[in-house]
């Protein structure tokens, strides 16, 4: 019988102590170039989740005090779009990773997107939700997940649709007279619509649902740093991705993602900010859920 959830959490926990200040090599799981992304990502959308909340609950007294700290409503308004070009050069950056990856690898299109490492949902994902509902009510075996899971990869297509919606919508916003000239003039107070509510959206799913994904699972509580450090203990990718081990072991390809793992200092740094973007994003939805309660106009 499968290990329960309760019993993974305790022997990953296990495993996290145990390799704690040791020198045994991690499994490498995402680049340099794929942490440095996510990080300034994560800085954009937490000033663009801060100054955008601000604007839209201006009534209430949490955003006038976010307003003084930005230097008043308009400047939190330029911080906004600011944020908001970080935000499409880091997009921008990750696509053109994709294409560099692509060229390197020498796969075609199909392969890209088909391929078993490949972001896109397939058959195995439907069968991992439907396994992982079993498992989660005691009623089979924990599924063998691979380099990615049903979950990570919808929230991997949420930013393109919030990039496509939200920033379309945004940059409408930001140069009406140049968008006007191609749209009709009523279609401002639409975008202005889809906009706001659009990224009450995101803001809600990213700060609730993937930070549960993420953070939140029991056998990763209270905190995931892998996106950060980019390595993990090798018993802890075994039995986290076991299937991705798996096929690592018969391609022999194991022993080249094997790295040295980092100083105690640099976890703590990375925790401090994984801890600092939580509370953040904690404190947004707890202010968003009091403006809709309590003073929503």
Known sequence: MADTPKEIYFKKKEIAEDSDGSKELQVQRFSRLNRLLHIIMIISFINLALTGMSLKFSYTGWAV??????????????????????????????????????????????????????????KKDLHDLIDSIKWFLGKGERPEYGRWTYWEKFDYFAVFWGMIVIGSTGLTLWFPEFFTQFIPGWAINVATIIHSDEALLAVGFIFTIHFFNTHMRPEKFPMDIVIFSGRYPLEEFKMDRPEEYRQLVERGELEKYMVEPYPSIVLRTIKLFGWAALCIGFSIVIWIIYAMIFAYK
């Open 65 to 122: 005090f976010l307003s003084h700290l930005f230097g008043g409503f308009e400047s939190a308004g330029w911080i906004h779009r600011f944020s908001a070009v970080i935000m499409i050069l880091v997009f921008t950056m990750h696509i053109i990773d994709i294409l560099r990856q692509k060229k390197k690898e020498k796969k075609s299109w199909i392969m890209m997107v088909f391929d078993t490492d490949s972001m896109m949902f397939n």
